[in-house]
């Protein structure tokens, strides 16, 4: 009964974080939206068991990319044009709904095999004794070599913004 | 009445395309961005949701979400990085206005 009560919360927020993004004429109003709904996300994670997870986007989504983007409006404040929508947004609307309609009648006709066996507990709280796989078993296993690749996406990320946002008309090092 | 795959499915679809709608139809690139993220994570929630109720105890689904989030947030930082060299550059945050390659 709580699981049921705090599902419909989270998300009644994050969809209510999300309309804000979109709807908020002033960008800072839209960047607060979007830390509601990656809060809720969160909160969705911990009642889909994933409480890794949940901590990784509270710390990664709301504890870093929201305050960058933050930084990125305040840095961009100048410009008071707010968030206005383009000439095509009716357009926009329109793709938008039909896919959304198309997604949610697809997802209500299908008939989805879900496995009714026993849900393990919470892999962060699983006593050393559980002999069930958990997370980092998969992880540093499996996906070896993609979470290689990831950080080496980040570094080239790092560094690449580094060099598109370098101020040519400041004194080289 | 109890909270099933169709429940977290519609959620993500919602988020999902609230997200595309919001990166179509702004103009300011910050905006934008933050509605990638909304699509994203509308993706996040989707693959979580599988991984819980279709095969429970294995973690595929928080192995990928875990890699969308590394791709994000790489995402984010070379999105900023070119907002704030156009604006540093040109004054424009505009995405409607940033027209340097074309012609």
Redesign the interface.
């Known amino acids: 009964m709580v699981?049921?009560a705090a599902?419909w919360i989270l998300?009644a927020s994050?969809?209510a974080g999300?309309?804000g993004?979109?709807v908020a004429r002033n960008?800072f109003y839209?960047?607060i939206g979007?830390v509601v709904?990656?809060i809720a996300?969160a909160g969705?994670?911990v009642?889909?068991?994933?409480d890794?997870?949940a901590v990784?986007?509270f710390m990664?989504?709301v504890g870093?990319?929201a305050v960058?983007?933050v930084?990125?409006?305040m840095?961009?404040a100048q410009?008071r044009?707010?968030?206005?929508?383009?000439r095509?947004?009716p357009?926009?609307?329109a793709?938008?709904?039909l896919?959304?309609l198309s997604?949610?009648s697809g997802?209500?006709q299908t008939d989805?095999?879900?496995?009714s066996?026993?849900?393990?507990t919470s892999?962060m709280v699983a006593s050393a004794a559980d002999e069930?796989?958990?997370?980092p078993d998969?992880?540093f296993s499996t996906?070896l070599l993609?979470f290689e690749l990831?950080g080496v996406?980040?570094l080239?990320?790092?560094i690449?913004?580094?060099v598109?946002?370098?101020?040519?008309s400041a004194p080289s090092l | 009445?109890?909270?099933?795959?169709?429940?977290?499915?519609?959620?993500s679809?919602?988020?999902?395309?609230?997200?595309?709608?919001?990166t179509?139809?702004?103009?300011?690139f910050?905006?934008i961005?933050?509605?990638i993220?909304?699509m994203l994570?509308g993706v996040?929630?989707a693959m979580?949701?599988f991984?819980?109720?279709?095969?429970?105890?294995?973690?595929?689904g928080?192995?990928f979400?875990?890699?969308i989030?590394?791709?994000?947030?790489?995402?984010?930082?070379?999105g900023?990085?070119?907002?704030?060299?156009l604006?540093?550059?040109r004054?424009i945050?505009?995405?409607?206005e940033m027209d340097l390659l074309k012609w």
């Open positions: 699981a049921v599902f998300a994050a969809v999300a309309l993004v979109v960008v839209a960047a979007l709904s990656l996300v969705l994670y009642t889909l068991d994933a890794f997870l990784a986007q990664i989504y870093g990319i960058l983007i930084f990125a409006v840095m961009t410009l044009r707010g968030s206005q929508t383009n095509l947004w357009g926009g609307l793709i938008a709904g896919l959304y997604l949610v997802i209500m989805w095999e879900t496995s066996g026993a849900i393990p892999p069930g796989v958990r997370l998969v992880l996906y993609p990831a996406v980040l080239v990320a790092t690449g913004a580094l598109i946002a370098r101020d040519d | 009445m109890s909270i099933d795959l169709e429940h977290y499915l519609v959620l679809a919602t988020l999902f395309a609230i997200g595309l709608f919001g179509m139809a702004k103009r300011n910050v905006v961005l933050m509605s993220e909304l994570n996040n929630v979580v949701a991984s819980r109720y279709v095969v429970p105890g294995e973690f595929t928080h192995v979400a875990i890699f989030i590394t791709v994000a947030a790489a995402e984010v930082a070379i900023l990085g070119i907002l704030l060299g604006f540093n550059r004054g945050v505009d995405a409607s």
